[in-house]
């Protein structure tokens, strides 16, 4: 890890690349460029990334080089989007600096986009850690750029297995992250392609494990349970790397997700059981704050490490005084931060519609929809289903075969809707749901859908491109929060 | 009661992929709104072989799975070779045609053995063929459903095609226009989707052939006139599904 430095003129790491003659005019040019495309609204959110990676190539790393407490990257197939924000809602909390990207912009360009608009006409970016979740493939591609310190690997499912061919491919992506990334990798202990992952950090990398108790097992079957019932061994993938197999079940893990309740939920860390209550929907996002908790330890580990003067003699508000405070947290101040984390864009996000609360839940794959599934009681609810296939949803419906709907038989389904409605409308046929209307527009299907049974609270399952689209007609009826994962 | 049918889900633990398990829920439900009763097995490596079997439906697996079912599966391969001499009606999708064909050629030049039922043999490409993709078949009228795959399939001489594509880059090889084969009642196909469930005059040529090699005729004597009304209903979406999915873009 770094040596000690303190106060605000921390030495800028050796490896930051150097700039190009024109790099100076980079902030102004991308800006510009931002304020174009806002204003005559073509080019998306990502195109002025697109002109500065062009103009300026190591803007990224150089920029990002400049955070005294480094680079934090999440991915992983399910559960990027909730993890980050929980890890960047936490770290800033605690007090420190953070920047983040949006939601959706989980690409190289979008990372460059976001940086953007954060940084100032010096290119400076005012900020001491940046908390930022990629797209398994461009976390590649960004690593290639950026060696990240911390990486934060949750699972490798089947997901737009069309874009990437194979599990064990998406596994061996994100392999790339663990060996790029210099200070801790924090691994998920129950995902067996995960852990193996072990294997690839470079020597001196400290490994760190999050897991779950036995008893909680059942809830988060691993992709090759999906298929059967019959649990595979560990180690798919390349055999050669994994290590012995028996070292699968005593991985100390750093946060053990022990127990979940309504909204409550129980970490044990350093051998002591931690209780909170949590704003979080969902078991899986349990389990996501118990990743977020062990990557943020491990950042407090290295700030713990840093040698810090005694905080009284620190100027109020400088870096050193947020590291102080941020290195003297104690696990109740951690957990605290974990109970003040709020849900995400899609990941059990509730908006109020005619009176009725209306639960958006972004379902990806078989997992996650799984997952959605057995988190959200059907009873006593309206249930409406939302399937798209852009590029962005996965063109292959396949996936919707390989999740189990039975539990919707006695509720039934009360609207299906989405581009592929009818191929939904055909899987919820053959587990024998009833469906009492499908319609592929969304617009009119979730006019009908909101506008029955005024009251009752409505459980809305949607890909991401569908989600979209919900959000924008839903909008229009009532008050639904900015996307975004900023503040 | 109805009459019994023995299907049997072939090594659904290792290759069962993009929701291949699509296509055994699919025969199951059928064969009961026709008034059946059906048996599913799930035969997996070590497991022992049932006493009868109407029907096989096997499904993809990524290179691990093939791996580790490759013994067992050259243990069965007389078995299955019989079977499907006899006329026994047999669905492989991706790895599992690529296995029943004579064998593989990976891309560093490796052959692999495959059990020969299938006149054909694949070979290993860098290039993958993925996207939604609609065949024409003359039995079974246009095939709808998603390749993905990167092995590239080439059926010997006199071997017939499930079905042809219209665009090359895109069915068994990307070159002949050919997609899936036919020996027998043994169909071998890259197309998942999942396939049956969109393509019902497939499902329907697998279960009545199966029942007539058992019962020696189909009939649905035993379906009452609420399961004919959820066939038609199931029927009626898949056609609509099917109509979306050919206009889809690849």
């Known amino acids: 890890m770094s040596t000690n430095t303190s106060g605000e003129n921390q030495s800028k790491p050796s490896q930051a690349p150097k700039a190009s003659w024109n790099a100076f005019a980079t902030p102004l040019i991308g800006k510009g460029v931002r304020w174009a495309a806002r204003v005559t609204k073509h080019g998306g959110s990502a195109f002025p990334g697109k002109v500065v990676e062009r103009i300026d190539p190591t803007f990224l790393a150089r920029t990002l080089g400049q955070l005294p407490l480094g680079v934090v990257l999440v991915s992983g197939t399910n559960g990027k989007t909730t993890t980050t924000r929980m890890v960047a809602s936490m770290l800033a909390d605690l007090g420190l600096k953070v920047f983040t990207n949006p939601t959706g912009s989980n690409f190289t360009r979008g990372v460059v986009s976001a940086l953007l608009t954060e940084v100032n006409l010096a290119g400076k970016l005012d900020a001491d850690i940046a908390v930022l979740e990629l797209d398994e493939a461009y976390a590649v591609h960004f690593v290639r750029q950026v060696k990240p310190r911390y990486a934060l690997l949750l699972n490798v499912m089947r997901d737009q297995l069309d874009r990437f061919g194979e599990i064990d491919t998406t596994a061996k992506l994100l392999s790339h992250v663990a060996e790029a990334t210099g200070g801790t990798v924090v691994l998920n202990r129950e995902d067996p392609r995960i852990a193996a992952l072990a294997a690839k950090a470079p020597a001196g990398t400290e490994v760190r494990y999050f897991g779950l108790d036995d008893g909680l097992k059942h809830y988060f079957p691993s992709d090759d349970d999906m298929a059967t019932t019959v649990s595979v061994e560990t180690g798919a993938g390349e055999g050669d790397s994994c290590g012995p197999r028996e070292s699968e079940s005593v991985l100390p893990a750093d946060v053990t997700l022990t127990a979940v309740g309504d909204h409550q939920a129980t970490f044990r860390m350093d051998d002591r059981d931690y209780s909170t209550a949590v704003r979080l929907e969902g078991v899986y996002n349990l389990y996501n704050a118990a990743a977020a908790l062990a990557v943020v330890r491990a950042v407090q580990k290295d700030a713990q490490a840093l040698g810090l003067p005694p905080a009284p003699t620190i100027r109020t508000g400088s870096l050193a005084a947020r590291e102080r405070a941020f290195a003297d947290a104690d696990a109740d101040k951690l957990i605290a931060a974990v109970s003040r984390v709020t849900p995400a864009f899609g990941r059990g996000e509730i908006i109020d519609v005619n009176r009725s609360p209306v639960e958006l839940l972004l379902v990806k794959n078989p997992m996650g929809f799984r997952l959605s599934l057995a988190s959200f009681d059907p009873a006593g609810a309206d249930t409406m289903i939302v399937i798209n296939d852009e590029y962005a949803d996965g063109r292959d419906m396949s996936w919707l075969w390989d999740v189990d709907f039975t539990s919707l038989r006695t509720s039934g389904v009360a609207m299906v809707s989405g581009v592929r409605a009818w191929d939904m409308a055909l899987r919820l046929g053959y587990d024998q749901v009833p469906v009492a209307a499908t319609d592929t527009d969304i617009e009119s299907a979730l006019t009908a859908f909101v506008n029955g049974n005024p009251g009752k609270p409505k459980h809305i399952y949607c890909t991401y491109t569908s989600m979209l689209k919900v959000r924008a007609a839903l909008a229009q009826v009532a008050n639904v929060a900015d996307a975004g994962v900023g503040k | ?250």
Not at chain 2, 46 to 60: F, K, S
Not at chain 2, 170 to 197: F, K, W
Not at chain 2, 218 to 238: G, H, M, N, Y
Request: glycine share 12%; charged share 25%; with cysteine.
């Open chain 2, 1 to 250: 009661m109805g009459k019994t049918i023995d299907v049997m889900s072939l090594y659904p633990k290792d290759m069962n992929i993009y929701g291949d398990s699509g296509n055994v829920l699919t025969i199951r439900r059928r064969l009961e709104l026709y008034g059946y009763e059906p048996r599913i097995h799930q035969y997996n490596q070590g497991d022992a072989w049932p006493d009868r079997v109407d029907l096989i439906l096997g499904g993809g697996g990524q290179d691990t799975g093939q791996k580790k079912i490759i013994d067992d599966f050259f243990k069965r391969a007389d078995l299955l070779r019989s079977l499907a001499a006899d006329g026994t009606p047999m669905l492989m999708i991706c790895g599992l045609y690529q296995l029943f064909g004579e064998y593989f050629e990976t891309v560093d030049g490796t052959r692999l053995d495959g059990i020969g039922i299938i006149g054909a043999h694949t070979v290993g490409r860098d290039v993958r063929m993925i996207g939604n993709l609609v065949e024409h078949s003359e039995q079974f009228g246009d095939v709808i459903g998603y390749e993905n795959h990167s092995g590239q399939t080439f059926l010997n001489e006199g071997v017939r095609p499930l079905g042809h594509v219209d665009q090359e880059g895109r069915g068994n090889n990307g070159e002949d226009h050919t997609e899936g084969a036919r020996v027998n009642n043994v169909i071998g196909t890259y197309m998942h989707g999942s396939l049956l469930p969109k393509n019902p005059a497939i499902s329907d040529f697998l279960i009545t052939t199966a029942v007539t090699r058992r019962y020696g005729s189909f009939d649905t004597s035993d379906q009452t006139p609420e399961q004919a009304a959820e066939l038609k209903r199931l029927d009626a979406v898949a056609a609509n599904a099917r109509k979306t999915a050919a206009a889809r873009p690849r």
